[in-house]
Every structure is written in C-alpha cells, then in structure tokens.
C-alpha cells in the first residue's frame, strides 16, 4: 500500500475516532466535522516533526494515541506555536509530511505513530498478554500491563503516584489518576496500552528504543503523557543483545 493510500485509511479513522469521542463527556474541545480541532502549539508540535513534542501536544489534547521512537530519534527543542488553530487530522497530514520515515495507524481505542523501520518495540507490541480484568488507576494499569508483558521487566508492586510541588489543584487531577476498567483476553500488548489511554483522556502512551553499550542490548522503555506531565517509569517490555 502506498504511504498517501496508508495516510488516507488513518484520517478515515480518525474521523470515527474523534465522532465516537463527541458522544461522551471526556470530549470537552470542539468538534467539527467528525473532527477534532486543535490548538495552534499542537499545530506546531506537528510542524516539528519531533514525534516527542506531538505525543506531548496530543495528551494536552486529550486525543488517545500512542507512539513508537526509535533509538536514533533526536529532540528537537521546543517548537514555536504557529498562528490559528487546525483540525486534527490536519495536524497529523503535516506531521507525516515532515516525517516520511513514520507512519500512523488507526485501532478502535487510539491514533498510533510508528517509525516505518522496525524497531525492538514491534515485536513487544505484538505480544499477547494474559486474560485478565481490573479497575484501577491509569498508571497501575500501565504497570499491570508491564508485567504481564514481561514480568522481569517491572517491579514487583506498582509505584506511588502523589501529587507535589506546590501545585495540587484537587479540582483537576492528573490523569493518570483515572480509575480505567480493562478486560483483557486475547489482547495484545498494543490494545492494552491503547484501551487504557482511551479510558483516561489526557494519557498518551510511548515506547522509546534505547541502545546500552553498557549491556550491548536494545531494550523498550514506557514512558507516558497524562496532561502536561511527563512520566519516564522503569518499566522495560523488551530486551534484545545485538548491536549498535
């Protein structure tokens, strides 16, 4: 499939996605269209082509969507807001425009953007994880689902989660905090990442590829957006020897 008939196929998506997300109370941003519109600095995330800075700009958002980042990927500093807003699928076009080497898929849970060069995440990705069913809070399910995808690769109980430094707005708690009911039977790892952001609007998951010359492995990391935070857990999913 070419990458413009592969680019259509996730705006036809995405306008499902979006409409789906109108129907609930979670949606609190405009909606035209059957799609999303989205503020000027996420426009300009996408400009960026730093896949970070538009996972980022989507949790603020409060778009379901994960990404993948390989180990060769660089920040690319801050991008300036541009002027006026832009719809959602607009913003993806231009972000996949600046980063042909990415790709974006479309599942029933959430928007997800991969490099089109495998990287060690894809194959943890794919894992199918143990039939399992809870309700528990959003960064507990992230843990819960680490360890299901490989128990060595989390700790044995799941971090505290408080909120400091001054600015706890009781009002407006992270999303992370979020209680999400998964049930998970047959579920890939992908879905299961993927079904909690959707239960926790604001959340965006991230696997990151990381090279150790220490180890000489390739490991995946999870790290995650909930609102304006950024959380980088301990959490490893995969870990292949090989090298650079």
């Known amino acids: ?14 306008v499902g996605l979006m409409s789906a997300m109108a129907e609930t109370a979670a949606a609190r941003r405009q909606v035209q269209g059957g799609d999303l519109v989205v503020s000027s600095a996420t426009a300009a995330a996408a400009e960026s082509g730093d896949p970070v800075a538009f996972a980022a700009a989507l949790a603020k958002e409060r778009v379901p969507a994960g990404f993948v980042v390989s180990a060769q990927e660089q920040p690319s500093g801050a991008p300036a807001p541009t002027p006026g807003e832009r719809s959602l699928n607009g913003a993806l076009q231009t972000f996949l425009a600046r980063r ?19 990287t060690v ?62 049930s998970l039977s047959g ?27 220490q180890r000489k492995e390739w490991t995946c990391g999870l790290e995650y957006f909930s609102d304006e935070y950024h959380v980088a857990t301990s959490y490893v999913l995969a870990r292949v020897a090989g090298k650079p």
């Open 121 to 182: 995440c894809d194959a943890a990705l794919k894992r199918s994880l143990a039939p399992a069913t809870f309700a528990v809070p959003a960064y507990e399910a992230f843990w819960r689902i680490a360890i299901a995808s490989n128990p060595s690769g989390a700790p044995s109980a799941p971090p505290g989660v408080v909120c400091g430094g001054g600015n706890c707005d009781q009002s407006r708690r992270p999303s992370h905090l979020t209680t999400v009911s998964l």
């Open 187 to 213: 579920t890939t790892l992908e879905d299961g990442l993927s079904q909690t952001v959707y239960g926790a609007p604001g959340l965006v998951w991230l696997l990151r590829e990381q090279w150790s010359d």
């Open 1 to 14: 499939m070419s990458k413009a008939a592969d680019s259509r196929l996730v705006i036809l998506g995405l």
């Open 100 to 118: 042909a080497d990415y790709r974006a898929e479309q599942s029933t849970w959430a928007l997800v953007v991969k490099p089109r060069k495998e």
